[in-house]
């Protein structure tokens, strides 16, 4: 997954903005995108295992 922060002028609220690789979020500020993405990737590098039936 790309994961890019970037500054944008499209939303005066939320200039700051997260692209997920064809999705993107906004954020009021930089802290908030960063805090989201640092979040996002320890969810994605968090080991998921699998329960086995049977």
């Not at 609220?13 to 993405?37: I, K, N, T, Y």
């Amino acid at each position: 997954m790309n994961i890019q922060v970037s500054a944008s002028a499209k939303k005066p609220g939320c200039p700051w903005q997260v692209q997920l690789d064809q999705h993107v979020v906004s954020f009021r500020s930089e802290a908030e995108a960063r805090a989201f993405v640092n979040t996002l990737q320890a969810r994605l590098q968090a080991p998921h295992p699998l329960k086995r039936s049977g």
